[in-house]
Each structure stands twice: as structure tokens, then as C-alpha cells.
């Protein structure tokens, strides 16, 4: 089917002169207000009567159209009725017989709202407040949209499923967790909630999300993940390298995913000063302590590929490693000996992880990181949401605003791909534009 549409606008401008700013301002309100919900209005109209009319000729292409069930729909005694739509460009308010039409641009019985327009909350949610959104749609958009029925959409949207990605093996993963401030279910009950977050990293350095968990232990999230009945199983695990920040439970809980545990290089001397502040040791010294670990534990990989690096090299590598092992049984057997056992137990429980990356190079060839800055940014992103833009989060809610904001950053292209299929954009529908005339 086809159509042409003439656009009528009846204009009055005063002899005067008008400013260029009042003219925008004036065409941009009618046509947001009445333009373009109008025309599309017009062409649903259009299309709701050529489609019943073919379907009343037993038409069988307009008939491919109806649903199973309505194999003998009674049009003309059902007339039309009236069907609200919210979408980017305005309120679509239009009378339509429901069978054709709805079929045909395949809209479901009590859809309120279109797809795009449930694009554009979920993507501007992740940086604002529900009361920000409601009002910057409102300024930029003209588009009216009640915080409370943008947070209804939200609960029910399922783009968050590109949050989550375990359909291959990855060369490490890094595991992070932050607090947030969730909505307590019975009175009394503490308000401070866990949020953790994996990432897979390949051989190539490109990142995929691997889940978000509320107020879930790391030992859980291993399990669901991998039950370590089944990794004991399988020919290896999911990754090379497991790169941990050093909270507790974390390593314990999630090895059985990854052949090696690599301790964060940039955590181990940071945190060591908090260690060592619960042994009231004084700042200077903890200043000093804290630098002293940092150059120690500094082996840096040759450039280029371990293929290129010579035997002799490696040795010397490894050497290098022994050495440095040894030099950090004499700083903490230097911190024992000044009495800061929190310290001691600190740095023994991570010597032991300090020098994965090495190994897994030299052995694999993989170049695995010492740090878990990959992640950090994206934990950033996390807190800003849930902790400086809103609080009094459900679980579940937390858990989902998180997996939205990871899927925008991490995966887009897989956000972008979810909201194609579910748009169904398969260039059926051409619009052209003609031009403008005036009608004297």
C-alpha cells in the first residue's frame, strides 16, 4: 500500500518582523504537539482501512495478517476504538479496529508503549534519577512521561539480558563488589547491601559482562557460575587467570574458575597501610611500608611475544621472581618483628598469588594484568548510579540497574543488537520525503 500526504500549516506573522528564535520555538511546539502524532496518526487511519477492506474481499495477503483464531473476524460490526500509544515523537491517541491493524504492526493487545521509546528511558536511566529523566525528556524531547510509569517499564524491560555472557572460556576474569544502600525488609535491619560484578577478559583484550549478584557470597556465585564438582570435570576451567582485588572470600570462592589467582599489584600496597593502621603503626611508617612493597614486588614483562624471548631470558626472569620471593620473607618477617601482625597475615596470605601473571606467561604466553583496573571503571559507573544518584534500592533492583549500566559500557554492540530484534526493523516501511509547496 501507498500513500501521499500533503502536510497543510496555516502561518500568520506579524508585518513587524518576528525573531528567528520565536519562529523555531513556535513550528517546533506545533509540531511536536499535533505535526507528527498527526501524521502518523493519519497513516494508521490509512493503513486500518485498507487493511480491513482486504481482509472483508478475502484478500488472502491481508488475511496472512490475523492471528489463528480469527479466522472469520466480523470488522464492520466492531467499528472502531480508541488505542493510546506513548512514543518518541508524542501521545498517539487513534481509533482502530484491533484485529487488522494491531497484527499488522504487530502490536500486542495492551501495549501502551512503543519499543524505541522504551530504548531512549532505559539508555538515559543508567546516568539519571527517575525524577531527572521524567523532566530532561520533558525540556529536550517533549516527551511526558511520569517518573513512576518510567520506573514500571524499567522493572519490566529485559534489556539487561546483555549483562551477562558465559558461553566461552575467557583468558581471565576479574570479580568486583561494591555497597549500595538498599531498602531494609524488616524494621531494624541494617541498610548497607553487596553488589558483585564479574567481567571476562579474552586472549584478544576485548571485555564481556559475566553477571551482576545482590547480597550474594562469593563462594555462591562460584557455585552458580561452576560447581566445582564440575570444574574438577572438565578438560580446564573457564579462564587462564583469576585477578582479585583481595576481599576476603573472594579467591576462596571463585578459583575453581580459573587454573591461577592473580593478586592486584596496585591493592596489596594500598591496603597494606590499612593493615598496618589496625597494628596502630604510625603514618610515616606505614607510608614507607606501603612504598617499600610496591617497588619490591615490580618484575616487568619483556616486550613482544615469549616467543621472541630467549631462553637465557627467562631463566633470568625466574630468577628475578626467586629473588624478589625471598626479599618479601624478609619484609614480612620485618613486620613481625615490629609487632604488626595484621600486617604479617596481610602480605603472607597474597605472596603466594603476587606472581601469577609470570607464570601464566611464560608458560601460555597470555599476558595477564596486575591489577583489576579493567574492572575499576566500570565499578565507578556502578557507584555513581546507586550511590550518588539514588538509595533505598531493592535487591532486585539494584541488581538490574547494574547489569543495564554494564551492558551499556561493556557490550554495546549486544545492546544495540537486542533492541534491533525487538524493534523488528526489516525495511517494510519507506518514507520519503517530496518536498514543500505552498497552497495560495
Known sequence: ???????????????????????????????????????????????????????????SHSRSNLRSCCDDPCLESKGLKSRKIRTSIGLLDFGCRHLPLGNFLKLNRYQKKTVELEQIVSAVITDQSYRRLSQHLKIIGNIEIPKSTAHDWIKATPCDVAAQQLEFEFAQILPDGTGYKKRPKNPGESNRGELKVMIGVDDKGNTFPMGVWSDKSWAEIGTAILDPKDAAKRDRPLADDLVVDGEPGMAEGLEHLADGVQRCHWHLPRDLGYSMWKDEAPLRERKMKSKQLSQLMAIELPKGSVDEISEKDKAKLLERCGKVERELDKFIEDLGTKGYGVAVNYVSNAKRHLFTYLGTWLELGIRCPRTTSLIERLMREIGRRLKKIAFGWSESGAAKMARMVIA?????????????????IAGNAIIIFQGIEVIR
Open 1 to 59: 500500500m501507498q500513500y501521499t500526504l500533503a502536510l497543510k500549516v496555516a502561518n500568520s506573522i506579524s508585518d513587524q518582523g518576528c525573531s528567528l528564535d520565536e519562529l523555531v520555538s513556535k513550528i517546533k511546539d506545533l509540531f511536536d504537539s499535533e505535526g507528527l502524532p498527526g501524521f502518523i496518526v493519519l497513516l494508521l487511519r490509512l493503513i486500518d482501512e485498507s487493511v480491513s477492506v482486504g481482509i472483508n474481499r478475502h484478500d
Open 408 to 424: 551499556r559500557i561493556l557490550n554495546p554492540k549486544g545492546w544495540r543488537d537486542h533492541w534491533e530484534d525487538r524493534k523488528e
